[in-house]
């Protein structure tokens, strides 16, 4: 029996791919799957995962908690580079020039400055390995037929269809929304 998918997210390079799920086994028992997958020499994808179960999470949760806290004491006043400051360039919309990224638009240019899709994708957030927040937002958008009224009666569910939206994201989008209709029934 297949597990049932209750959220995911996803992180990565162009080589190397981070996938954290919560899922709901055949039991009935939550359970927290990570999967690595590595680009391998010959084009296919090397996959290793981890799953620890709903009796296991506090010591997950508390384990990373001691981990990065030991971390952060034991490099107070060092930096933390990030990827593409190390030159490790990924396919996301960090990956653009800083002209172009929709969050940098609207810090320089304002919010005029951006089309629809690239207003939602800062409400996404963050996209997938396959596709960046950008392009999260307009399957959205084409999804609606590029009707913000439509959009803006989506729920939270609806939002989850799309791979890539997990519960908190859709719960983002959809509380900006309300405030949207809010505003304009004031």
């Given at each position: ?115 629809d899709a690239e207003l939602l994708a800062l409400l996404i957030g963050s996209g997938t390995v396959k596709h960046s927040a950008l392009d999260l937002a307009n399957m959205i958008l084409e999804d609606v037929g590029y009707d913000l ?38």
């Amino acid at each position: 029996m297949e597990p049932t998918y209750l959220a995911s997210e996803s992180f990565g390079t162009s080589s190397r791919h981070y996938f954290i799920d919560f899922n709901v086994a055949a039991n009935d028992s939550d359970y927290i799957r990570i999967t690595r997958s590595d680009l391998q020499i010959n084009g296919e994808y090397k996959r290793r995962s981890i799953c620890v179960f709903e009796e296991d999470f506090h010591f997950l949760i508390e384990s990373f908690s001691m981990v990065f806290s030991s971390v952060i004491q034991q490099r107070k006043g060092k930096v933390i580079t990030d990827a593409i400051s190390a030159g490790q360039q990924g396919s996301g919309i960090k990956s653009w020039p800083v002209a172009e990224r929709p969050r940098e638009k609207m810090i320089t240019a304002g919010p005029s400055a951006l089309g629809d899709a690239e207003l939602l994708a800062l409400l996404i957030g963050s996209g997938t390995v396959k596709h960046s927040a950008l392009d999260l937002a307009n399957m959205i958008l084409e999804d609606v037929g590029y009707d913000l009224n439509a959009l803006s009666e989506l729920m939270v569910e609806d939002f989850c269809r799309f791979k890539g939206i997990g519960a908190a994201k859709a719960a983002v989008i959809v509380a900006a929304l309300e405030l949207n209709k809010r505003i304009v029934s004031s």
